[in-house]
């Protein structure tokens, strides 16, 4: 964890969170909600859930997580609140809603958004907490679903120190990073750095495979190649194996990479700089989502831009013959 993470001072009145003490209560329980709080019960801890869909917690029911008909009963029932939803909405109307954790979280508890959601409301949550002597946390995170289910999640976190050192113990059972950014909001921020990086990443990733699919090259042999080189990344190593697989499932969803990358250039709007990079990340990914792979992973990206250069992929007889693939909106 950074040094920094002993510069200021917090409100929480818990110690440090422990199995035996520190009832924990989950909110989101999606494609990496659910492999999250899975490592919270995996840690010997007494954890009480919720989601909007109640059969997207059936898994971690029958792995001993109790159920709670709201974010405010979950508040009521828990020590520390983690959230992991949707959109900047569903977390304002999750934490700071009238049924929502901040209604139910009695002093002294703490309430942590790993939503990628808006530094701005990142500061609201952390504002209104302090003021009925709560606290809160943002801490988005990184990694995807290979991440979330392996505990290597790289975790940013805007907030108190004293805050973070007193849920550290959670946070180091879901991420194998764990960083102290700053003060509420900064947390949000260096995902949206994250984010600008990782959108751009994927544009030169896909251009790079419809390249070396048009100059009939074996895909496979170039990424043994180009993965160990200066070109090597985490979504070129996890993302383009997916890819020459036909394998556009979500790791992490299209859609909610959009939500982002709006995030990012609003503040990128509001602090006066020109991101022509962010800008035509976004506009790529609009057309992904328009033409129908918006519940797909990031890595649809390629099917979209196949179609620019009318590149049809389908599966190739010949294990040495240019990679196709489908190129049909995936149906979820």
């Known amino acids: 964890m950074s040094n920094s993470a002993n510069s200021t001072a917090g409100t929480s009145k818990l110690g440090v969170a422990a199995p ?3 009832r924990v209560g989950w909110i989101g329980t999606g494609v990496m909600g659910q492999s999250m709080c899975r490592h919270l019960l ?4 007494a954890v009480t859930v919720y989601n909007r869909t109640p059969s997207k917690a059936e898994a971690l029911l029958g792995a001993g997580a109790q159920w709670a008909a709201g974010p405010r009963a979950i508040a009521e029932r828990s020590d520390i609140v983690l959230t992991m ?3 900047p909405c569903d977390v304002h109307e999750t934490i700071l809603g009238d049924e929502g954790v901040l209604a139910g979280l009695k002093p002294g508890g703490i309430v942590i958004d790993m939503t990628t959601s808006e530094p701005e409301l990142a500061r609201q949550i952390a504002a209104r907490a302090t003021g009925q002597g709560c606290s809160a946390l943002d801490a988005p995170v990184s990694g995807g679903d290979v991440g979330a289910r392996s505990a290597a999640l790289s975790i940013m976190v805007g907030g108190h120190a004293d805050v973070l050192q007193a849920s550290l113990p959670l946070l180091s059972l879901m991420g194998r990073t764990i960083q102290h950014q ?3 909001g900064s947390g949000q921020h260096t995902k949206m750095v994250n984010q600008i990086l990782i959108a751009s990443g994927m544009v030169g990733i ?5 390249y070396g699919y048009r100059a009939g090259l074996d895909l496979e042999i170039v990424l043994k190649s180009v993965s160990a080189g200066a070109a090597g990344s985490w979504s070129l190593s996890n993302l383009t194996p997916r890819m020459l697989s036909g394998d556009f499932r979500p790791g992490f969803f299209v859609e909610h990479l959009l939500k982002d990358l709006g995030i990012a250039l609003a503040e990128s709007r509001r602090m006066g700089l020109v991101l022509p990079g962010l ?3 976004e506009q790529l990914y609009l057309a992904t989502a328009a033409a129908g792979w918006e519940k797909n992973g990031t890595q649809a990206l390629l099917l979209a831009l196949a179609r620019l250069s009318n590149v049809a992929w389908s599966n190739g007889p010949e294990p040495k013959s240019p990679r196709h693939f489908s190129a049909e909106p995936h149906q979820n």
Do not use: N, S
């Not at 995996?42 to 801890?45: E, H, R, S």
């Not at 896909?206 to 419809?210: P, T």
């Open 42 to 45: 995996d840690g010997g801890y």
């Open 85 to 87: 939803v949707g959109y």
């Open 182 to 184: 700053g003060p509420a």
């Open 20 to 22: 035996q003490t520190t």
């Open 206 to 210: 896909c251009e790079a495979l419809l």
């Open 279 to 281: 800008a035509l990340a």
